[in-house]
Structures are given as structure tokens and as C-alpha cells.
């Protein structure tokens, strides 16, 4: 099965954004993953809006921007403005999902909903044909460089099936915690997205990475 690979600039070289950028650029990959962080949400703050500015000016890529911050429907129209082309919201940030969705909808861009580790996924029941993607969160967010949490792989199932039932066209991103060890296996599970950033960005080769993380390869295959 084929996926999307989505590089999170959270774990690049900061110092050298502009030349991290480029190799992404220049790579395979489909997307580039923002995370932005306020430090309220998450106990950690990343980047704001002109990173995002910057980074809109250095690719023609799609920009994934995943918005960890309280009360995202302040900031939507600025996103909306900077570039981006999909925007997804924490469903534990906000109580306006549904004023959200239609905003970036009536923007012509991509919505999508991000649900953390320890949140049923049932909640995401009345907004999963509404949605363009949902992120599933194999680490806590706020950090870069997490483990993987072996239980996301239930709830992907979970979640695979919920889309199934509903009929919905919601493209599922798996971020955090993906590698070499366990991208198969969530390809294999339904995964359209993978969100991978320390795996990538700790690689000699970001463009081989990102390729071999598109691939199928064989189930008795050691990756």
C-alpha cells in the first residue's frame, strides 16, 4: 500500500533551517509536517507563524501544519493566510470543532482533527465524515524524539474501522514515534500518512529515509 511521508521540521537543524528545507524539498517526500506549539496545550513551545511564513517561501509542497495550541480558532485565519494547505486542530483543544472545520473548508484547504493517545477515538464519531484527515498521535505531543506507544497500533485499527463504517474519506496520519521498526506495520493497518521526524532528520540521507519509508516490503522481511 502506498502512503504519504510527511517529514516533521520539528527535528531539523534549526541553525540550518533553510538548507533542512531544501533536502526535504528536493526529496521524495509529499509533505512538510509544522508543528506548532504554545507551550499552554503542550508543556513545550516550537515555532510560530513566521516560521511557517519562512518555510511557505522555501517549498512548494504541501504544508501539514498541525496546530497544538488552546483555542485554535483564534489563529485559523492567520494560517489560513500564511500558506498553509492543511490544517488540523487538537479535538481536546477546542469546543468549536465543527466553526473550525468550516472555516478552513470555505478557505478551500484540507481540515483535519488530531487526537491524543489517551482520548477514545469514539469521540471523533460525530466529526469523521467532516474531516479530511485525522492525526493519530503515537506519542504524547510536545516533544520530539518520543517513543512510540505499541497501543496506537490497536487504535489505528479502532479508527480504520470507524472511517469503514461511517463511509467517510478521512485520510489517516499516524505522527510521532514513527521508524524503520514500525512504519510497516502501520502502513499494513491502514495508515495513509506517516509523520516522521527524528527517524528522518537523524538519517545520512534524508531522500533515502523518506523513499524507504514509502516502501512495501515483504512481511518476513527484516526492516
Avoid at 528536493?26 to 512538510?32: C, Q, R, Y
Amino acid at each position: 500500500m502506498s502512503v504519504k511521508v510527511s517529514p516533521s521540521i520539528l527535528a531539523a537543524d534549526f541553525a540550518n533551517l533553510s538548507l533542512e528545507c531544501s533536502k526535504i524539498d528536493k526529496s521524495n517526500a509529499d509533505w512538510f509536517h509544522l508543528d506548532v506549539m504554545d507551550g499552554l496545550f503542550v508543556p513545550n513551545i516550537s515555532f510560530g507563524m513566521p516560521v511557517v511564513k519562512t518555510i511557505r517561501q522555501l517549498t512548494k509542497k504541501p504544508l501539514d501544519v498541525h496546530l497544538m495550541i488552546v483555542e485554535p480558532e483564534k489563529y485559523i485565519t492567520e494560517f489560513i493566510n500564511l500558506g498553509s494547505d492543511i490544517i488540523t486542530v487538537h479535538i481536546e483543544a477546542t469546543n468549536n470543532l465543527n466553526q473550525i472545520i468550516n472555516k478552513i473548508h470555505e478557505s478551500s484547504l484540507k481540515a483535519g482533527i488530531a487526537i491524543n493517545p489517551e482520548t477514545p477515538i469514539s469521540e471523533l464519531k460525530e466529526y469523521i465524515k467532516k474531516v479530511d484527515l485525522i492525526c493519530l498521535m503515537g506519542v504524547n505531543p510536545g516533544f520530539a524524539g518520543q517513543k512510540f506507544i505499541e497501543s496506537t497500533k490497536e487504535r489505528l485499527k479502532e479508527l480504520k474501522q470507524l472511517i469503514i463504517s461511517s463511509e467517510s474519506t478521512a485520510l489517516i496520519e499516524v505522527d510521532g514515534g514513527v521508524n524503520k521498526d514500525n512504519f510497516q506495520d502501520l502502513k499494513s493497518n491502514g495508515a495513509d500518512v506517516l509523520v516522521a521526524g527524528s527517524y528522518i532528520f537523524n538519517s545520512p540521507d534524508y531522500n533515502i529515509a523518506v523513499s524507504y519509508t514509502h516502501l512495501t516490503l515483504p512481511t518476513n522481511r527484516e526492516v
